[in-house]
Nanobody, 121 residues
């Protein structure tokens, strides 16, 4: 059984910062890509940032220069440092990980439960 637990969301004023964390636990052999998505009210879920197992990153144009994704493989954790937050960043943020799991050795995608980020103007 694999579980992803997110933390770090909350309410912040425009221009402020938040750091999201997502930790995976369970019978995990390895984790491939890790990513953060977000979904605002009445909008589709969108990719915010991703990091490969080798450390390569990519970002949505809307967050480049403001958000930084990082991972700690020893802790099976991915982070999203969000600076210079804007009201349009308000959304539920979800982490996603592609994992090789025990006992089958199969590769599956797992999602976190979501954490609310609200940026006030």
């Amino acid at each position: 059984q694999v579980q992803l637990v997110e933390s770090g969301g909350g309410l912040v004023q425009a221009g402020g910062s938040l750091r999201l964390s997502c930790a995976a636990s369970g019978s995990i052999f390895s984790i491939n890509a890790m990513a953060w998505y977000r979904q605002a009210p009445r909008k589709q879920r969108e990719l915010v940032a991703a990091v490969t197992s080798g450390g390569s990153t990519n970002y949505a144009d809307s967050v480049k220069g403001r958000f930084t994704i990082s991972r700690d493989n020893a802790k099976n954790t991915v982070y999203l440092q969000m600076n210079s937050l804007k009201p349009e960043d308000t959304a539920v943020y979800y982490c996603r990980m592609g994992m090789v799991v025990a006992p089958t050795g199969g590769t599956y995608d797992y999602w976190g439960q979501g954490t609310q980020v609200t940026v006030s103007s």
